[in-house]
């Protein structure tokens, strides 16, 4: 009995360091590489991989950062991001399926970002910057992408078998404000904030709703256009109060800011 127990400890610990290390926060191919199926319903027809969008994915890419869901990458030029998904947090591990729960966590996640991110190509192409979105393993991209992680190191990466998502780059929300309003240009603070309460708006009105209560991270600029960066948890359906929260998170920025210079000013 005391023997057995001691096997199942053993067994808890190495699915454990196994877990860490594939969790890791350094970049690596295998954190971003599946095994999942093709699903039909996320798959894009080779005909939307335009030359531009082939030409985009040849840039050399640099580690940008990090979320919860993915791993991005700048383009050469600044113009675009390119983001991997953690397919840990997505795809179960041998390991996972000793509890149940995991797998189904991990799969509802799965579906949720996928589909949201298939919602937003279809939808809300211009106003979230997408480009070009790769959900499901393809054979006719044939072409790696050259990225450089945090450490300098450079990976060579399949596209047709890897999940991916090609975006404009955005200057995010709160530091376009900061900068207009640290210039006095209260008219393009305003203007700026109008146009991503619009962009809010027209998603509401079209009958889609968003997960994420997100806002600093969420929304940005390319040039004077306002897009919505983070995808991944948009849904058809109703939310209430989703207006008047991005509304509200904008103001209570205003309002610390305001303080903020004013507290400045008088020193």
Same mark, same amino acid.
């Given at each position: 009995?005391?023997?057995?127990?001691?096997? @199942?400890t053993l067994a808890l610990l190495a699915i454990g360091a196994f877990s860490y290390l594939k969790c890791s926060p350094d970049f690596s191919e295998d954190k971003i590489s599946s095994s999942l199926p093709i699903h039909p319903q996320w798959t894009i027809p080779a005909s939307e991989a335009s030359a531009?969008?082939?030409? *985009?994915?040849?840039?050399?890419?640099?580690f940008l950062g990090e979320g919860a869901q993915a791993y991005a990458f700048e383009s050469a030029d600044g113009k675009y991001v390119l983001k991997f998904f953690k397919m840990r947090r997505f795809s179960p591990s041998t390991a996972d399926?000793?509890?149940?729960h995991v797998v189904r966590r991990r799969l509802k996640n799965l579906r949720w970002v996928f589909n949201g991110y298939k919602i937003a190509y279809e939808n809300f192409k211009k106003d979230t910057g997408l480009v070009f979105i790769h959900l499901a393993k393809t054979d006719y991209l044939k072409q790696q992408a050259v990225v450089v992680d945090d450490k300098g190191i450079e990976h060579r990466i399949d596209l047709d078998k890897t999940e991916f998502v090609?975006?404009?780059?955005?200057?995010?929300? @709160?530091d376009r404000l900061a900068k207009l309003q640290e210039i006095g240009d209260?008219?393009?603070?305003?203007?700026? *904030?109008?146009?991503?309460?619009?962009?809010?708006?027209?998603?509401?009105?079209?009958?889609?709703?968003?997960?994420?209560?997100?806002?600093?991270?969420? @929304?940005? @600029?390319?040039?004077?256009?306002?897009?919505?960066?983070?995808?991944?948890?948009?849904?058809?359906?109703?939310k209430e109060g989703q207006f008047e929260h991005v509304q509200q998170r904008i103001a209570r920025w205003q309002a610390i800011n305001s303080k903020a210079e004013i507290s400045s000013a008088s020193q």
């Open positions: 009995m005391a023997s057995g127990k001691r096997l @199942f531009k969008t082939k030409e *985009i994915l040849g840039s050399r890419f640099t399926y000793l509890c149940p090609l975006q404009e780059k955005a200057e995010l929300l @709160f209260e008219q393009g603070v305003q203007r700026s *904030i109008a146009a991503v309460l619009a962009l809010v708006q027209r998603r509401i009105d079209r009958g889609y709703a968003d997960r994420d209560k997100g806002v600093s991270n969420n @929304f940005g @600029f390319v040039k004077e256009r306002a897009i919505q960066l983070d995808i991944g948890r948009l849904y058809k359906g109703v």
